[in-house]
């Protein structure tokens, strides 16, 4: 019985909302404060391996295919922009991409396991308890359930093109614009409106508002998980700055 009821996400549902807030703000501070190749490095697999106790890794291929999607579209544009305006050329060189890259993939790694391993009630509860302004703590908590609830509206109209007949690749949207803009991304802006009216409605139906103090009903304290996961993300995050202190190592000459 124990087996079988145990969470697919055993490891993260250990941890309370506020000790993975602590970890996705702990690495995107480090992240811009840092600017050696390997604190970054350091960073981005330790951040990896905390994706992966997400253990859903159809998610993390397609969250993988779509980061990098999106930086081949930018490099491209940025590659005709340096036809016309040659200085930027120098930008688009390998070592100058490496470290933007792995900022942005490292705070992904942090972001998503909090936002599919939280219930609304939850997040809302621990910001909450961090005495968070009410017009701060609720958006942000909409914010985060907003991002497994938009992937499931992207899953469900996907299932619903390939019951119609519409093949919708990489292909398909090169040729046919027009035709992935009316089948594709018009149904996901609509779904992603109203998604973000239910989070609001679902907020306010827990009987959320300014002045509530419904968190102090649901209040947690630090398990010794939760201890255990700050003194490890703790330990990282200094093994980082001594990385960038002791072996500062220019990004040009490492990628060499």
Same mark, same amino acid.
């Given at each position: 019985?124990?087996?079988?009821?145990?969470?697919?996400?055993?490891?993260?549902?250990?941890?309370?909302?506020?000790?993975?807030?602590?970890?996705?703000?702990?690495?995107?501070?480090?992240?811009?404060?840092?600017?050696?190749?390997?604190?970054?490095?350091?960073?981005?697999?330790?951040?990896?391996?905390?994706?992966?106790?997400?253990?859903?890794?159809?998610?993390?291929?397609?969250?993988?295919?779509?980061?990098?999607?999106?930086?081949?579209?930018?490099?491209?544009?940025?590659?005709?922009?340096?036809?016309? =305006?040659?200085?930027?050329?120098?930008?688009?060189?390998?070592?100058?991409?490496?470290?933007?890259?792995?900022?942005?993939?490292?705070?992904?790694?942090?972001?998503?396991?909090?936002?599919?391993?939280?219930?609304?009630?939850?997040?809302?509860?621990?910001?909450?308890?961090?005495?968070?302004?009410?017009?701060? /703590?609720?958006?942000?908590?909409?914010?985060?359930?907003?991002?497994?609830?938009?992937?499931?509206?992207?899953?469900?109209?996907?299932?619903?093109?390939?019951?119609?007949? @519409?093949?919708?690749?990489?292909?398909?949207? *090169?040729?046919?614009?027009?035709?992935?803009?009316?089948?594709?991304? *018009?149904?996901?802006?609509?779904?992603?409106?109203?998604?973000?009216?239910?989070?609001?409605?679902?907020?306010?139906?827990?009987?959320?508002?300014?002045?509530?103090?419904?968190?102090?009903?649901?209040?947690?304290? @630090?398990?010794?998980?939760?201890?255990?996961? =700050?003194?490890?993300?703790?330990? =990282?995050?200094?093994?980082?700055?001594?990385?960038?202190? /002791?072996?500062?190592?220019? =990004?040009?000459?490492?990628?060499?």
């Amino acid at each position: 019985m124990q087996a079988s009821s145990a969470s697919k996400f055993d490891v993260l549902t250990r941890l309370d909302v506020r000790s993975k807030m602590l970890i996705a703000a702990l690495a995107a501070v480090m992240t811009i404060a840092l600017s050696s190749l390997n604190s970054q490095l350091l960073l981005f697999t330790t951040s990896l391996l905390y994706l992966f106790a997400l253990g859903r890794y159809k998610l993390i291929f397609v969250s993988y295919a779509a980061s990098l999607l999106m930086m081949a579209l930018s490099v491209g544009f940025a590659s005709v922009l340096a036809l016309f =305006i040659p200085s930027m050329g120098k930008s688009l060189e390998l070592s100058s991409l490496c470290i933007p890259f792995l900022r942005a993939l490292t705070v992904m790694n942090t972001i998503l396991p909090m936002a599919f391993t939280g219930r609304l009630q939850n997040i809302l509860n621990g910001l909450q308890q961090l005495k968070l302004p009410f017009i701060i /703590y609720l958006p942000a908590a909409v914010i985060i359930r907003f991002i497994p609830t938009f992937a499931g509206d992207v899953k469900q109209i996907w299932e619903s093109l390939k019951i119609r007949g @519409f093949k919708i690749n990489p292909w398909q949207c *090169t040729i046919h614009p027009i035709r992935t803009t009316r089948l594709l991304f *018009t149904p996901l802006l609509f779904r992603a409106l109203k998604t973000s009216d239910e989070l609001g409605i679902a907020a306010e139906l827990k009987g959320l508002h300014a002045g509530s103090n419904s968190g102090s009903m649901h209040r947690r304290r @630090f398990g010794k998980h939760d201890i255990a996961a =700050i003194t490890l993300v703790l330990l =990282i995050c200094t093994g980082a700055v001594l990385l960038q202190i /002791y072996f500062p190592t220019d =990004i040009k000459a490492a990628m060499r």
